[in-house]
């Protein structure tokens, strides 16, 4: 994530493979909190915010380009 915000390009990242990650990441989330097992939801929202985060600059960078 570092990576990408400073080199200000994310087109060495494939945008189909953190689609599908945060996406299973998500349903993760979605079940543990249905379960309430609080470590497991931590754990999967520590999981999600940083895929997010490079998902959305991905979508950023490739738009300026």
């Not at 990576?3 to 990650?21: E, G, N, P, Q, Y």
């Not at 909190?33 to 991905?58: D, E, F, Q, Y």
């Amino acid at each position: 994530m570092v990576r990408v915000w400073r080199h200000k390009r994310a087109d060495d990242i494939s945008l189909t493979m953190f689609l599908f990650f945060s996406f299973g990441t998500v349903c993760w989330l979605v079940y543990v909190l249905g379960i309430g097992s609080w470590p497991a939801t931590v754990a999967k929202a520590v999981t999600l915010a940083p895929a997010l985060a490079i998902l959305v600059l991905n979508l950023k960078y490739d738009a300026e380009q």
